[in-house]
């Protein structure tokens, strides 16, 4: 396999997994926010993910960027504009399918669409782009190098934001319902209550999304 191909791969896999989590934490943020109060989550969440912002600023800033700024590396925006250059560079590999899905993510983005949409709808619409994009990868792709190089790159980057959201949810002031935040924030609320319901604690949700081996969503998973 050509070394373009497979680095191309291994990004196209980070840079959906980022746009989709992306998608995750600014929706369970906009939940928790309003406009009148300021988002101590979201602020550490930004600081977490390498985008500081002032300890007063609220959602909106947040919500720019971690969503739509294109200027911003961490943003969905972003990810999807590199997801979409990636696989430019490995068309001849990917199926038309899942090029065509890929594609139409980008020209929602490309086309300001986003910009006009309530953010909550435009989450969903971002991450319903990227699980189209997974399943028609998932479908269509044969297991080989190529696949393994891309399942790498949604691995790796599954475990870095994982690790960032379980620190940004540590060090933010406490909140009611801070596990159910975190949990929240890494889809994994309710495997945690289907298999650890009867421990509603902090300290249970962080260990299951450090270590429990059947979480698609846990580290030691990923890993």
Request: neutral net charge; charged residues 20%; contains cysteine.
């Amino acid at each position: 396999m050509l070394s373009r191909i497979a680095e191309s791969l291994f990004w196209i896999g980070r840079y959906i997994e980022r746009a989709d989590d992306q998608a995750r934490v600014l929706t369970v943020n906009l939940e928790q926010s309003t406009e009148a109060d300021t988002s101590s989550f979201g602020v550490e969440l930004c600081r977490a993910m390498g985008a500081p912002l002032e300890p007063g600023a609220g959602s909106r800033e947040v919500w720019s960027q971690l969503g739509t700024d294109p200027d911003s590396p961490q943003s969905m925006v972003t990810a999807l504009n590199n997801c979409r250059d990636s696989a430019r560079r490995a068309r001849e590999i990917l199926t038309t399918s899942s090029w065509e899905a890929i594609n139409r993510a980008w020209r929602k983005v490309a086309s300001g669409r986003l910009d006009l949409m309530r953010p909550p709808l435009a989450c969903r619409d971002v991450h319903d782009h990227c699980a189209m994009i997974i399943g028609t990868l998932i479908g269509t792709m044969p297991r080989d190098e190529a696949w393994h190089f891309l399942m790498a790159g949604r691995y790796i980057e599954r475990i870095d934001m994982t690790a960032r959201i379980i620190y940004a949810t540590i060090v933010a002031p406490a909140l009611p319902a801070h596990r159910h935040l975190l949990l929240q924030s890494c889809g994994a609320q309710q495997s945690f209550v289907m298999s650890r319901g009867q421990e509603d604690t902090l300290t249970a949700s962080v260990d299951f999304l450090l270590r429990d081996w059947l979480c698609p969503r846990s580290i030691v998973f990923c890993l």
